[in-house]
């Protein structure tokens, strides 16, 4: 099963986090085999993490559980809070698979799917032209990875998550006005974060 899990740093934590730096990468080692995406999300200058953004392949809740509590920089007290949810790989491929450069900025696109009786019939229904905007020409070449989040069991759509390069913040709004899913309501809100590839370098 592939689970997302964001971890957001509290603030002031720069130190504390390369401190445990290397416990950190030291402790992904072990899921190298399974990793999906990884990588920091950035302040808007992108001089300084702000979170910790994992897909990774997992056998169960529990394990989910562990791989985001157990973490190095989880033990020492970094984060503020981690969201923790089963995942569709959309795309069918790692974000290592991406053959764009790295000349334009990297982002993550979070969005929080509206609640209510329905509400994964109707993404449902509005999929076919969910993936039709995504792939079109101007826009699939883009996308790192995409796909939705569910609850626990994985039944219940509750969100998306996207990995995209392009020039700016501005460029993500734009991107995202027109998609079926955000004209029909279904996202109740989302963030833009600046990210890049994470791991050792």
């Not at 949810?85 to 982002?107: Q, S, V």
């Not at 994964?120 to 101007?138: D, I, K, M, Q």
Request: proline letters at 5%.
């Amino acid at each position: 099963m592939e689970y997302f899990v964001y971890c957001r740093n509290k603030p002031g934590v720069d130190a504390l986090r390369a401190e445990h730096q290397e416990a950190h990468w030291s402790f992904m080692d072990q899921y190298d085999d399974r990793m999906i995406a990884r990588g920091p999300t950035l302040n808007e200058d992108r001089t300084a993490p702000t979170g910790s953004m994992h897909i990774v392949d997992l056998q169960s809740e529990a394990e989910a559980m562990k791989f985001a509590y157990e973490e190095p920089y989880a033990k020492a007290g970094v984060f503020n809070d981690i969201i923790i949810r089963r995942w569709t790989n959309a795309l069918k491929r790692t974000m290592w698979d991406f053959e764009g450069d790295d000349t334009e900025p990297r982002f993550l696109f979070l969005a929080k799917g509206c609640e209510g009786a329905g509400v994964t019939s109707r993404r449902n229904e509005l999929l076919e032209a969910h993936r039709a905007y995504l792939n079109t020409p101007g826009r699939i070449e883009r996308g790192i990875l995409r796909g939705p989040l569910w609850d626990a069991a994985g039944e219940v759509w509750v969100g998306s998550i996207f990995l995209l390069q392009a020039p700016d913040r501005a460029y993500i709004e734009a991107f995202f006005a027109d998609e079926p899913y955000t004209k029909d309501g279904l996202y109740t809100e989302f963030e833009i974060l600046p990210w890049r590839f994470g791991g050792r370098h």
